[in-house]
């Protein structure tokens, strides 16, 4: 802060009305300024941070989309028949692995954060080798999904 | 300072202890069903029905539905604090908010409740 003290002690001094642009200045540069995500450049560590944050969004909606299986495969036989022909479609195959994709990368991006969360990996280098890992991990484990899915 | 009410506990450090070990539970259910369904690629309806049936599986199932309520709502307000604000969406942000807030709260409220169904309903 240094002089800028003087504006809001002393708002009639004279260092106050002469130098109110450089105060200013000086003021603006130790601050920051911009917060709006939308017009910041984002790093590889916003990128899985959001992803994660999205990949949350979608398996609160597929939430629905599970209890509606669960319920009806435990319903009677002929519920749990229906389930598993269902499931052989094209159409639940691709939302299935979306869900399963959705929860493996949430599952690998959370346990990043409870790495984090012991200390490691929390420098601005370990910040990006950490989202980096979190996406060659999670992208072989979808695979992997799909895989089994198909 | 900003207070919030909204949140899950009135208090951000017990919140972010709520949504890890919410989601170290609901990781170790994830794992354990994908498991079981991965070992068990012929699983038939007698043997889905026993595994749900069992009073470990009906605990367990309900511990991962407390904790999915604690971790959904944490997250959901997390991400509605972040994004819809009046610098996002304007003026009638605390009132979208709001909104919100309420919809995934009533929509968790019924997911609880039919996770309770289907567990004691079989």
Known sequence: ?150 | MVTNVTNFSRSGLYDWMAQRVSAVVLAAYFLFLLGYLIANPGLEYSQWHALFSANWMRIFSLLALVALSVHAWVGMWTISTDYLTNMAIGKWATGVRFLFQAVCGIAMFTFFVWGVQILWGI
């Open chain 1, 1 to 150: 802060m240094g002089s800028g003290y003087c504006c809001v002690l002393f708002p009639t001094t004279l260092p106050c009305a002469l130098g109110l642009s450089s105060v200013k200045k000086a003021v603006k540069s130790q601050r920051p300024v911009n917060l709006d995500l939308r017009t910041i450049k984002l790093p590889i560590t916003a990128y899985t941070s959001i992803l994660h944050r999205v990949s949350g969004v979608i398996l609160f909606v597929g939430i629905a989309l599970l209890l509606l299986a669960l319920d009806t495969s435990l319903s009677s036989p002929e519920g749990f028949e229906e389930v598993r022909a269902y499931l052989g479609s094209p159409l639940a195959k691709l939302v299935s692995w979306a869900l399963l994709s959705a929860l493996l990368y949430h599952l690998v991006a959370g346990v990043r954060h409870l790495i984090m969360d012991s200390g490691h990996g929390e420098t601005l280098e370990g910040g990006k080798l950490g989202s980096k890992i979190v996406i060659v991990v999670s992208a072989v484990l979808i695979v992997l999904a799909g895989v089994w899915i198909w």
